[in-house]
């Protein structure tokens, strides 16, 4: 494949979003954006609205999934097309809340899996944003902990999974794995 699988990582507003959209558009492919988010509030909801305007002005086509996200990128990959998945951590967050608290780690271990086990067989290329949350201080509580320790688990799966590894910090990319878009 001439365009790798690509994860972009950054903190909050490092550019991540940006770097990812303008790679997607460099391909010259049909896009697809797959946002995750949830509106758990009136903020969110015109959020979401606001990107789902500004996209389809832009030429995408956005799929919204907060859950079921290895099978939405199984069923809209495509030879000569590119998938865009904003983003990995807002996923995890609806992953690690929609499940039992008896059950999260393991609902979560099982999402992550199986999320990296399906983004190498992806019939087009794919571009996943993600956060890099394990720079801060350490949480006061176990929740926070556990999305932390979480977070950075599926950040790893997710690098071993694709073929290139974008690091964002002030809009600034630092290719970390492959080689420079």
Known sequence: MSFPHTLVLGGARSGKSRHAEALARGTGLERVYLATATAWDGEMRDRIARHRDERA??????????????????????????????????????????????????????????????????????????NEVGWGIVPDNRLARDFRDAQGRLNQHMAESCGRVVLVAAGLPLTLKGTPA
């Open 57 to 130: 002005a832009d030429g995408w086509r956005t799929v919204e999934e907060p859950l079921a996200l290895a099978a939405a990128m199984e069923r809209e990959a495509a030879p000569g097309r590119v998938l865009l998945v904003d983003c990995l951590t807002l996923w995890l967050t609806n992953v690690m809340l929609g499940a039992p608290p008896d059950a999260a780690r393991s609902a979560v271990e099982a999402a992550c899996a199986a999320l990296a086990a399906a983004v190498p067989a992806l019939a087009g290329p794919a571009v996943l944003v993600s």
